[in-house]
């Protein structure tokens, strides 16, 4: 029997990514600017296909995608997991999808998914497969632009802070922000690992993320880096609901 194919789209804010998956191996990720850039390439397949999008009423889906009868994911999605989160409607997509990834990776372990983006999320995942709520605080560079923002002197440095040195105590202006922000985020990552490396045993840390590569290397704590990790949780609860 043939593999079965199918289709998992992530649309976030800036672009949106496609994979295609061969049961649980993904065979190919394409990343598209907008979704008339993508509806060409997404008409051509007939496979199941499933749906996270940031905006959560998914009105900006052209018609001939939803002709397709995609499945559209939200906390009302029948979920390999159980979401022990007072206002589930409110958890973004890209949260639960990544819960349930982590699911797919360290199966009946607890994990701690760390997502480096425009905001930070840390989300734990219980190895009863229990959604347990998390953090979510201000993005590296979200932190830089907010110290110009609100103030009146210090620079934006947040389009070029890669050709800025990054040393622990910064001898000029932008080299003090960039340690504040950087250096700042990495204690704040090594905590909350800390943290509930105490309450969980055999944690599993998970990071993802646009800015992830940037900081694996300076976190003290054993990680496993996973830049797919929504896509795959993705496709796991596809394929959850094609089989209840």
């Not at 397949?45 to 940031?54: D, G, L, T, Y």
């Not at 022990?84 to 990776?105: C, F, K, M, Q």
């Not at 309450?199 to 998970?206: D, M, Q, S, W």
Request: glycine share 6%; aromatic share 10%.
């Amino acid at each position: 029997m043939a593999p079965e194919h199918r289709i998992v789209i992530d649309a976030g804010n800036t672009r949106i990514k496609v994979a295609r998956f061969s049961d649980q191996e993904l065979i190919e990720t394409i990343v598209f600017s907008d979704w008339k850039a993508a509806e060409e390439f997404l008409q051509a397949q007939q496979v199941p296909m499933i749906i996270s999008s940031v905006a959560k009423n998914y009105v900006d889906l052209p018609e001939s995608v939803l002709d397709r009868k995609p499945l559209l994911l939200s906390s009302n999605t029948l979920l390999p997991i159980t979401l022990s989160y007072d206002t589930p409607e409110t958890l973004g997509n890209d949260r639960i999808a990544a819960a349930v990834g982590a699911t797919v990776l360290f199966p009946n372990q607890a994990c701690l998914i760390i997502d480096l983006g425009t905001c930070n999320n840390y989300d734990l995942i219980d190895a009863d497969g229990a959604f347990n709520g998390g953090a979510i605080s201000p993005g590296f560079e979200m932190r830089m632009k907010s110290m110009h923002h609100f103030t009146e002197r210090l620079p934006d440095i947040s389009s070029d802070w890669k050709n800025i040195p990054l040393i622990p105590m910064g001898k000029t202006t932008s080299t003090c922000l960039l340690s504040g922000a950087f250096q700042g985020l990495v204690y704040e990552i090594d905590g909350y690992i800390g943290q509930f490396d105490q309450e969980f045993a055999n944690l599993n840390v998970i990071l993802t993320g646009g800015h992830a590569p940037y900081f694996e290397s300076y976190i003290k704590a054993h990680i496993f880096a996973s830049p797919e990790i929504v896509l795959i949780g993705l496709n796991r609860i596809l394929d959850y609901n094609e089989a209840s």
